[in-house]
């Protein structure tokens, strides 16, 4: 059975999502790590349930961290990050895959930006798979944290006359408002077979609820953790980033409830803030998972953020989703994992001519050895010939269905959906240019198996979508 993906992508919409030198200083925004506080505004409500662990190949959790928009040698300028890299292995060949944040943090969940190249609202069909579906199907226990999210699944549709971000009370300044929260860095919430499926959303969690699950020695196996946009270092600089290091991550480390012997973390960026280099990104695997003489060490291997994915397929035998994690140039598991697992790598490592530029490339698929998840609901029967070719919904005045906000909503924990409302945001007011983004619309077909995705997200400057 062949499938066929569609993609589509932008006309220099972008508008490069360099941080905005806002001179701010680092202030804790609760007592510890361990500690609730009101300033992440939603209270707990309550611990998180978890299946009973399942062990994996070389670690049993893992935890990602992502740190925003900067050139590999300035976090390697950082005395933080330096400083980190004595208790771990440093990767100096890691690549995000696109530009700008948002779909970076859609491909290191589902394989895939999907063509999207710019930071709008999307929500993805529910036939779409991530590595949630992988996760639950071995009964891994998974969640996300995200900080000054304000309440458990939250989606922003009950905000959208402020937009997909949450504004709060300034809690550095105490003066006026802040926008610490935005939706675009939550990878897993765009995604429908996670928003709109309850027990899926209300695992997307915020940093009380860290406090919380964290306390109870209850952190699940597979995380995703995104601080907010001063401590991620979206809106201010690496050295306030290594503030918000010194007083989170650096005690977690010594943790037991967070770093267990088995626990691997990823911290790692989105993407550089330069788009005019290759997509280079300073990458740490932390923890006590990450065997002890390996630390201090560099690790060369040519790795993308797919790989975060086939490296947590690798550990705990999972299959793939069949796109970027299928990708034998793009999917290189972590050497130690590797070996762990018996992978093998491609052999891409250092600055080999065979690495490929990273400034809006498109995946596809190559199974390589594993099982390809099928998420319900998708007609494997629409092959490259059948699906109708794609349409230019911009020409043709209508808005992209994708940009749509389908209204799901959380309100204590219960799931509530209102009338679909347009967000306003695929209006392509952009005028920027310069970002040596491709602008073609690709078609690839996958090699004798079937798979979830196949449509193509429209984008703000007009092009694309099929049916
Ligand atoms: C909120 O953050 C400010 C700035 O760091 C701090 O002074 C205050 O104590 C915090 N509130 C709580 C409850 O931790
Ligand atoms: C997952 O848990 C369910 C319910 O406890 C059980 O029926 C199922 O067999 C488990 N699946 C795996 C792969 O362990
Ligand atoms: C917890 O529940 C209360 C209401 O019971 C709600 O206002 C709050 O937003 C919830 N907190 C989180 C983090 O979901
Ligand atoms: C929050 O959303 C609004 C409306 O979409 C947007 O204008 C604003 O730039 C966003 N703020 C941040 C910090 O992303
Ligand atoms: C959400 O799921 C319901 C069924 O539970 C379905 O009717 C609805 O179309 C879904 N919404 C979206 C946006 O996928
Ligand atoms: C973790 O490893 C250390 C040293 O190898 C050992 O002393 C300790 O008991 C281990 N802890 C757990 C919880 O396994
Ligand atoms: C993986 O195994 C190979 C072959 O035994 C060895 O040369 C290499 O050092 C190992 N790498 C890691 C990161 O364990
Ligand atoms: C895998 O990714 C590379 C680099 O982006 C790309 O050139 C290649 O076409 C992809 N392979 C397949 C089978 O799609
Ligand atoms: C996935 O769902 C969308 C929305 O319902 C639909 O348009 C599309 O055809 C489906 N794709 C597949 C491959 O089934
Ligand atoms: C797929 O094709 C088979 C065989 O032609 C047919 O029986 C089935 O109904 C089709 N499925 C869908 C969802 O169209
Ligand atoms: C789609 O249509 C818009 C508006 O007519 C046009 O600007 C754009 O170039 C078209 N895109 C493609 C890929 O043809
Ligand atoms: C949510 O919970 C709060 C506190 O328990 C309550 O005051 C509020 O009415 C609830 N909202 C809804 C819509 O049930």
Redesign the pocket.
């Known amino acids: 059975m062949r499938t066929a993906f569609l993609f589509g992508s932008t006309l220099a919409l972008s508008v490069p999502s360099a941080f905005a030198a806002i001179a701010q200083s680092f202030a804790p925004p609760a007592a510890s790590p361990e500690s609730s506080s009101a300033n992440y505004?939603?209270?707990?409500?309550g611990t998180i349930s978890n299946p009973a662990l399942v062990a994996g190949k070389a670690f049993d959790r893992f935890i990602q961290i992502w740190i925003e928009n900067t050139d590999y040698d300035t976090a390697a300028s950082s005395a933080a990050f330096q400083t980190l890299s004595k208790q771990g292995v440093l990767f100096n060949q890691f690549y995000a895959v696109t530009h700008p944040s948002e779909p970076n943090y859609l491909a290191a969940v589902g394989g895939d930006f999907f063509g999207a190249g710019d930071d709008n609202f999307y929500h993805i069909p529910q036939n779409v798979s991530t590595i949630v579906d992988l996760l639950e199907a071995k009964n891994i226990s998974w969640g996300s944290y995200q900080e000054n999210?304000?309440?458990?699944?939250?989606t922003c549709a009950d905000l959208l006359l402020k937009g997909f971000n949450f504004t709060q009370k300034n809690y550095l300044t105490n003066q006026g408002e802040y926008t610490y929260y935005v939706r675009k860095h939550n990878g897993l919430i765009v995604f429908d077979s996670v928003a709109n499926v309850t027990s899926r959303a209300?695992r997307i969690?915020?940093f009380?609820?860290f406090a919380n699950d964290l306390k109870a020695n209850d952190i699940p196996q597979w995380n995703f953790i995104t601080p907010n946009l001063v401590n991620d270092g979206h809106d201010t600089t690496i050295d306030f980033v290594g503030d918000w290091l010194n007083y989170w991550l650096f005690p977690l480390l010594n943790d037991p409830n967070f770093n267990t012997n088995r626990t691997v973390i990823l911290l790692t960026f989105d993407e550089t803030e330069t788009y005019t280099i290759n997509n280079r990104i300073y990458t740490l695997a932390l923890g006590n998972g990450v065997p002890r003489d390996l630390w201090g060490t560099t690790d060369p291997t040519f790795y993308t953020h797919y790989s975060a994915l086939s490296t947590v397929e690798a550990n705990w035998g999972l299959g793939a989703l069949g796109r970027g994690d299928s990708n034998a140039t793009l999917n290189n598991v972590f050497a130690f994992v590797a070996n762990a697992t018996g992978w093998k790598n491609n052999g891409i490592s250092g600055d080999s001519p065979d690495i490929p530029l990273h400034r809006a490339e498109h995946v596809r698929l190559q199974p390589r050895r594993r099982p390809i998840f099928v998420a319900p609901g998708v007609d494997t029967n629409l092959t490259a010939a059948a699906l109708p070719a794609p349409v230019n919904l911009t020409a043709q005045g209508k808005p992209n269905p994708w940009g749509v906000d389908p209204g799901i909503a959380?309100?204590?924990?219960t799931q509530v959906i209102s009338p679909p409302s347009p967000t306003g945001s695929g209006s392509g007011s952009g005028s920027g240019s310069g970002s040596g983004k491709n602008g073609a619309l690709g078609v690839g077909v996958g090699q004798g198996v079937s798979v979830a995705a196949c449509f193509a997200l429209g984008i703000a400057a007009g092009v694309l979508v099929v049916f």
């Open positions: 505004t939603g209270q707990t409500n999210m304000p309440s458990d699944g939250f209300l969690r915020n009380n609820d959380y309100v204590n924990g």
